[in-house]
Nanobody, 116 residues
Framework: QVQLVESGGGLVQPGGSLRLSCAASGFTFSDYGMRWYRQAPGKERELVALISTTGAMTHYADSVKGRFTISRDNLKNTMFLQMNNLKAEDTAMYYC?????????WGQGTQVTVSS
């Protein structure tokens, strides 16, 4: 049974930091590229960052570049998103996604709220 479970969200003040985790099971994690998406109320889901199977290649949305860092640990089947200098506009539900040829898995999401 494929599972992606996000954790680490919460309420943080502007300028603060959070580290999201995505624990994977039920598939060969190291064969899948991984992505973080987010969706704010009333807005479309947007790609935040992605990482290749080995972690050698990463890509970020312009809005988070320089503040967020995506990483993965293939031995622990886990992906991370380190979020620094958080802004109110980062408030959203954050989802992890695993993708490969013909396969696409999603987690249930973790809420991040940036507010003073």
């Amino acid at each position: 049974q494929v599972q992606l479970v996000e954790s680490g969200g919460g309420l943080v003040q502007p300028g603060g930091s959070l580290r999201l985790s995505c624990a994977a099971s039920g598939f060969t994690f190291s064969d899948y590229g991984m992505r973080w998406y987010r969706q704010a109320p009333g807005k479309e889901r947007e790609l935040v960052a992605l990482i290749s199977t080995t972690g050698a290649m990463t890509h970020y949305a312009d809005s988070v570049k320089g503040r967020f860092t995506i990483s993965r640990d293939n031995l622990k089947n886990t992906m991370f998103l380190q979020m620094n200098n958080l802004k109110a506009e980062d408030t959203a539900m954050y989802y992890c996604n695993a993708y490969n040829f013909g396969s696409d898995y999603w987690g249930q999401g973790t809420q991040v709220t940036v507010s003073s």
